[in-house]
C-alpha cells in the first residue's frame, strides 16, 4: 500500500509540473522601442501583458531602470483594450506606479495615464499626461533600430507621437519641452539629469530638434504639450528652467 501511495504521489508531481510548465510556456515575446529604448513585450494566455527593458537608453540606468526591470504591468481584453499600471523611476524617490490605459494601435501599443510629479519630500504636487507609445522593431535589433510608426504618428526624439498639420509636422500638443539646463559639455547635462533626480528628466542633443540651438546638451523632458512643459519648468525655476517648442 506504502509503495502504491508512492508511485501516486509521484504520478501527481510529473503532472502537475507539466502543467506549470505548460502554462509557463503560453507566452509569446516581441521586442518594441520605447523612448529611445528596447523593451521586451510579453502576452500571456488570459491577456497577462508585462512590458520590460531589455536595452534602457543611455542615462535611464541612473534613477534605477535595468535591463529587466518592469515598466508595465497589466490585461489586453479580447477587443485590444489595455489596462494596467507603469512606473516612474527616480534616482530620488524610487519607483512609482500609476494607471494607464490604452489599446493596440495596428501593431503598436498606446498607452495614456497622469503620471505623478513630485517636490521636495517626494510628495505629489501634480500630475501630468504622459502617452506611452511602444512600436515593433522591424528586424532583429540593431545598435539603433527604426520603428514603425503607426499612420498619424511622427518619429520624434526616439519615440513615436501624434503628427500635426504642416508640412514639417510636429506632435499635435506634444511638440514642447521643458529644459532646466543647455551645456556644451554631455558629462554638465548629466550631472544637471542627477540634480533634477530623474522623474522623467533626460539628456538631448539639440541637433534632434529645428528649432534649437546646435552644438549643446540639455537637460530636458518631453515632448508635451505647451501648457505642461510650462508647468513643469515652473516646478525647477532654481535651475533657469524654460519650455520651448521643437520645431
Known sequence: MKRNLSAIAAAVIVLWATASGAQASACAND?????????DVQICDGGRLAISYSQPRAGLA???????SLLFDGVEGPGGAISGQSRLFSARCGVVPY???GSRQG?????????PIRGPGCQV?????DDLVFTPVAAAPQPNPTPQCPPG????????????PGPAPGPVGGDWYAIAGSFRSQNKANARIAQLGGDGWFIMN???????????????SGPMARGQAQALASTVRRFGAYAKTCH
Open 125 to 129: 504636487v501634480r500630475y501630468r499626461q
Open 99 to 101: 494607471a494607464v490605459s
Open 107 to 115: 501593431n503598436t501599443i498606446v498607452l495614456r495615464g497622469s503620471a
Open 206 to 220: 539639440t541637433s534632434q530638434c529645428p528649432n534649437f540651438r546646435n552644438g549643446y546638451w540639455i537637460a530636458t
Open 153 to 164: 504618428f511622427v518619429f520624434v526624439n526616439g519615440q513615436c507621437v501624434r503628427a500635426g
Open 62 to 68: 541612473r534613477v534605477g531602470a535595468r535591463p529587466g
Open 31 to 39: 521586442q518594441y522601442v520605447h523612448n529611445g529604448s528596447i523593451m
